[in-house]
């Protein structure tokens, strides 16, 4: 079947579905493979669960007229996609980067719907399944898309921008995370800047972050000339950094002082972005700095939280060596009597895993905090460059050690990378 006439099935769809277990009726089932699973078999099940249509590329699957059969169903998916948004007629900004593309995504969908009807990504969907998925909930009554990339090795970053053809896009930076997949640094900014090769070619508006070396040195590198610059003065637009103790602070360009609910100073950078797009599309100044103020970040990212006497700051969502320092030091900085820091491992980071623990422990070993609490078999390596912390194989013997080690008035820092899922600990806090 080609793409036009499955796009018809499609229209004449409520949603895509790739998950029977969320079925709605009168959706279209994608049957994707996994590793452990072949989800042709969960085509018949689909459509007893009210699917309208079931999409399998294996021929033995096909019962009748209902299920429609492709010569392989994820990169049918991709090509419906990418066909549907040739349908749309509107301004699609594409967010990537290391740290900080789902905070930044968020604000900036938050800043656009002052004016708009938007429509950005839910949850991690970032992938070569999410960002198709993603588009083709895009309905017509949507005026602006923010689209989330996320990657783990080269050439993916070229298909999902190739998918989505943005018309606009933001480098969140270029930071030491999958560093196992990438190869390295450099294959992290060879990976991430696929996206500025995409705006390159396609002549597509950059909105660039000057403050950020890295990055003005990747946009000359390609002689790029559509950007939109902050937040620095005779930039596009500017802004000025006042403090983050614990939630950040500016100054908008008007002279304002806006403070937020987001913690740590290298979330600057996010709103300042957000607030950048915000003035591009037209969003009034007064409207845009109301949506940085209103923000509250969830699902476990720059999360603070109250728990008996302590303050729990729990950004357990993620972590890379990058994070993790700008984390700490934005933890140190805040005015608190006592203070905690928890570390989880840092996954992803292969024949550099050892080495990054190791110099995070001596990054750490620089600042004074009440304990210093590291979990993860990796986070063994983090002890050998500072003895003074209190180290744990595990998660559950870090959660015995809370419960029998009780806390009073005092500030924690808890991060790790989402395969530890720390936020389980702040019940023994």
Same mark, same amino acid.
């Given at each position: 079947?080609?793409?036009?006439?499955?796009?018809?099935? @499609?229209?004449?769809?409520?949603?895509?579905?790739?998950?029977?277990?969320?079925?709605?009726?009168?959706?279209?089932?994608?049957?994707?493979?996994?590793?452990?699973?072949?989800?042709?078999?969960? %085509?018949?099940?689909?459509?007893?669960?009210?699917?309208?249509?079931?999409?399998?590329?294996?021929?033995?699957?096909?019962?009748?007229?209902?299920?429609?059969?492709?010569?392989?169903?994820?990169?049918?998916?991709?090509?419906?996609?990418?066909?549907?948004?040739?349908?749309?007629?509107?301004?699609?900004?594409?967010?990537?980067?290391?740290?900080?593309?789902? &905070?930044?995504?968020?604000?900036? =969908?938050?800043?656009?719907?002052?004016?708009?009807?938007?429509?950005?990504?839910?949850?991690?969907?970032?992938?070569?399944? !999410?960002?198709?998925?993603?588009?083709?909930?895009?309905?017509?009554?949507?005026?602006?898309?923010?689209?989330?990339?996320? %990657?783990?090795?080269?050439?993916?970053?070229?298909?999902?921008?190739?998918?989505?053809?943005? &018309?606009?896009?933001?480098?969140?930076?270029?930071?030491?995370?999958?560093?196992? !997949?990438?190869?390295?640094?450099?294959?992290?900014?060879?990976?991430?800047?696929?996206?500025?090769?995409? @705006?390159?070619?396609?002549?597509?508006?950059?909105?660039? =972050?000057?403050? #950020?070396?890295? $990055?003005?040195?990747?946009?000359?590198?390609?002689?790029?000339? *559509?950007?939109? &610059?902050?937040?620095?003065?005779?930039?596009?637009?500017?802004?000025?950094?006042?403090?983050?103790?614990?939630?950040?602070?500016?100054?908008?360009?008007?002279? *304002?002082?806006?403070?937020?609910? $987001?913690?740590?100073? @290298?979330?600057?950078?996010?709103?300042?972005? %957000?607030?950048?797009? /915000?003035?591009?599309?037209?969003?009034?100044?007064?409207?845009?700095?109301?949506?940085?103020?209103?923000?509250?970040? /969830?699902?476990?990212?720059?999360?603070?939280?109250?728990?008996?006497?302590?303050?729990?700051?729990?950004?357990?969502? =993620?972590?890379?060596? #990058?994070?993790?320092?700008?984390?700490?030091?934005?933890?140190?900085?805040? *005015?608190? *009597?006592?203070?905690?820091?928890?570390?989880? #491992?840092?996954?992803?980071?292969?024949?550099?895993?050892?080495?990054?623990?190791?110099? $995070?422990?001596?990054?750490?070993? %620089?600042?004074?905090?009440?304990?210093?609490? $590291?979990?993860?078999?990796?986070?063994?390596?983090?002890?050998? &460059?500072?003895?003074?912390?209190? @180290?744990?194989?595990?998660?559950?013997?870090?959660?015995?050690?809370?419960?029998?080690?009780?806390?009073?008035?005092?500030?924690?820092?808890?991060?790790?990378?989402? /395969?530890?899922?720390?936020?389980?600990?702040?019940?023994?806090?």
């Amino acid at each position: 079947m080609n793409i036009e006439k499955l796009y018809q099935f @499609y229209l004449n769809c409520s949603e895509v579905s790739t998950d029977t277990r969320k079925i709605k009726p009168g959706s279209i089932f994608f049957s994707l493979k996994g590793e452990k699973f072949n989800a042709n078999s969960f %085509a018949e099940k689909a459509l007893e669960a009210g699917a309208k249509y079931a999409v399998i590329d294996e021929a033995e699957f096909k019962k009748d007229e209902r299920y429609i059969l492709v010569d392989d169903v994820l990169k049918t998916l991709q090509q419906l996609a990418k066909f549907h948004r040739r349908q749309l007629n509107i301004p699609i900004i594409g967010i990537n980067g290391s740290n900080g593309k789902t &905070t930044t995504k968020e604000l900036f =969908n938050a800043v656009l719907s002052k004016k708009y009807k938007t429509f950005s990504t839910k949850g991690n969907l970032n992938n070569h399944i !999410g960002v198709p998925l993603t588009l083709l909930s895009i309905d017509k009554t949507t005026e602006i898309a923010i689209i989330e990339f996320g %990657a783990n090795h080269q050439e993916e970053i070229k298909e999902l921008v190739n998918i989505c053809v943005p &018309t606009h896009g933001y480098l969140t930076n270029i930071g030491r995370s999958h560093l196992e !997949g990438f190869g390295g640094l450099d294959g992290v900014k060879k990976g991430e800047g696929e996206s500025f090769d995409f @705006y390159k070619t396609n002549n597509a508006i950059v909105f660039l =972050n000057t403050v #950020d070396k890295m $990055l003005v040195e990747m946009v000359e590198e390609r002689n790029l000339t *559509n950007i939109i &610059t902050f937040p620095q003065k005779n930039n596009f637009y500017s802004c000025e950094f006042i403090s983050a103790d614990p939630y950040v602070k500016y100054k908008d360009e008007k002279g *304002n002082s806006i403070e937020t609910q $987001l913690i740590g100073s @290298y979330n600057f950078a996010n709103i300042s972005a %957000a607030l950048c797009a /915000g003035k591009y599309f037209g969003v009034p100044a007064e409207q845009a700095n109301e949506a940085v103020l209103n923000y509250i970040p /969830g699902n476990n990212r720059s999360q603070v939280l109250n728990k008996n006497s302590n303050i729990i700051f729990l950004d357990a969502y =993620n972590a890379n060596p #990058d994070s993790m320092e700008v984390a700490v030091k934005n933890f140190y900085e805040i *005015n608190a *009597n006592k203070k905690v820091i928890i570390l989880g #491992d840092m996954f992803e980071l292969g024949e550099e895993s050892e080495i990054e623990h190791q110099k $995070l422990g001596k990054f750490i070993s %620089a600042y004074s905090f009440d304990k210093i609490l $590291l979990v993860g078999k990796m986070m063994k390596a983090a002890l050998h &460059t500072n003895p003074k912390a209190f @180290y744990f194989l595990d998660k559950f013997s870090l959660q015995n050690w809370l419960y029998d080690n009780k806390f009073e008035n005092t500030h924690f820092l808890i991060k790790g990378s989402r /395969g530890m899922s720390l936020e389980t600990l702040t019940e023994f806090i």
